[in-house]
Nanobody, 126 residues
Framework: QVQLVESGGGLVQAGGSLRLSCAAA????????VAWFRQAPEKEREFVAA????????YYVDSVKGRFTISRDNVRNTAYLQMNSLTPEDTAVFYC???????????????????WGQGTQVTVSS
């Protein structure tokens, strides 16, 4: 049974940092992707960042470039999202996702991913 478990969310002041973790159980990333999405209240789920597990190539939405960093630990089978310079606009539930057949041109689309975590709340106060 595949499980993705996120942790590390919380309440932080604007300008602060958080590091999210996504621990995978029962899943081998291989040459697939791990990604982070977020969903704010009354908004659609939004792509944040993705990483191709084997090559470590990374991809980001423009709004987080230079502030967020996606990474992975192959031994721990865990992905991370380091978030710096947070703003209230980053407030959302953050989800990690895994996909083995993600098409590069469509990696920002949620339907490309096979497995999802339960989400972790990130709240940034002004």
């Amino acid at each position: 049974q595949v499980q993705l478990v996120e942790s590390g969310g919380g309440l932080v002041q604007a300008g602060g940092s958080l590091r999210l973790s996504c621990a995978a159980a029962g899943y081998t990333f291989g040459n697939g992707f791990v990604a982070w999405f977020r969903q704010a209240p009354e908004k659609e789920r939004e792509f944040v960042a993705a990483l191709r597990w084997r090559s470590r190539h990374t991809y980001y939405v423009d709004s987080v470039k230079g502030r967020f960093t996606i990474s992975r630990d192959n031994v721990r089978n865990t992905a991370y999202l380091q978030m710096n310079s947070l703003t209230p606009e980053d407030t959302a539930v953050f989800y990690c996702a895994a996909g083995s057949r993600v098409i590069l041109s469509s990696l920002a689309k949620p339907e490309q991913y096979d497995y999802w975590g339960q989400g972790t709340q990130v709240t940034v106060s002004s």
